[in-house]
């Protein structure tokens, strides 16, 4: 079965502390993609990144970066010195070979407190 | 670019009541989505369009009907609404199906009473 677990249901950091949102994902596939999405306060989902099954190198972007291991079946993202406008829904995401739908997980609630 | 706007923001239906919400894209996008966001079950496919004139079932299609006339607008149908319907729902689109990102509007909070 296809599945993506997202274990934390709500964290809460202080400002400029870093911080790891775990994914798990399950899959049979060996070729995949991956994603990440983050959900404002104001509501609209926005597309953070895409990670396809056979690129396991790690992706920075800023204070964002992301850690893939088949191994372990994860993708976790890290957040360096958080900012209170970080405080949002992520959401990790499968997207399976040759189907045209993604799987979400049920998504990790991020309190930054100033 | 608007990218993908929905039609109503929020809305309030009275049980057995009828409602269409609107979804467009401008982005020239084959793959329309639309889901429907619970507390605690995060998103969950409602139906989906690969392309102008198609439409197939998601994960829970029981209620809703969709069409897609246009390439641009996916449009999401409720015949007699029922309370289990209150809900935020999104729209999405994508340039191709597999392996690409989704593209969301802002959503649209119905409530049904």
């Known amino acids: 079965a296809q599945k993506v677990t997202q274990a934390q249901t709500e964290i809460s950091v202080v400002e400029k502390e870093d911080v790891t949102l775990d994914c798990v994902y399950e899959?049979?596939?060996?070729?995949?993609?991956l994603f990440w999405y983050k959900q404002p306060p104001s509501g609209e989902l926005v597309f953070l990144i895409r990670?396809?099954?056979?690129?396991?190198q790690n992706e920075i972007s800023g204070r964002y970066s992301w850690n893939f291991q088949k191994s372990t079946s994860s993708f976790n993202f890290t957040i360096t010195a958080s900012q209170v406008v970080d405080s949002a829904v992520y959401f990790c995401?499968?997207?399976?070979?040759?189907?045209?739908?993604?799987?979400f997980g049920k998504g990790t609630r991020l309190h930054i407190l100033p | 670019n608007a990218g993908v706007t929905q039609t109503p923001k929020f809305r309030v239906l009275k049980t057995g009541q009828s409602m269409t919400l609107l979804c467009a894209q401008d982005?020239?996008?084959?793959?329309m989505y639309w889901y429907r966001q619970d507390p605690g079950m995060g998103l969950r496919l409602i139906h989906y369009?690969?392309?102008?004139?198609?439409?197939a079932k998601g994960e829970v299609p029981d209620g809703y009907n969709v069409s897609r006339l246009k390439k641009q607008n996916f449009l999401l149908g409720l015949e007699s609404a029922a309370p289990s319907q209150t809900s935020v729902y999104f729209c999405?689109?994508?340039?191709?199906?597999?392996?690409?990102?989704?593209?969301f509007g802002p959503g649209t909070r119905l409530t049904v009473t």
């Open positions: 990670r396809n099954s056979f690129d396991e």
């Open positions: 999405a689109s994508s340039p191709r199906g597999w392996g690409y990102e989704q593209y």
């Open positions: 982005m020239n996008h084959e793959y």
């Open positions: 369009s690969v392309g102008e004139g198609t439409t």
């Open positions: 899959t049979r596939d060996t070729t995949y993609y």
């Open positions: 995401a499968l997207s399976l070979n040759r189907d045209d739908k993604i799987i």
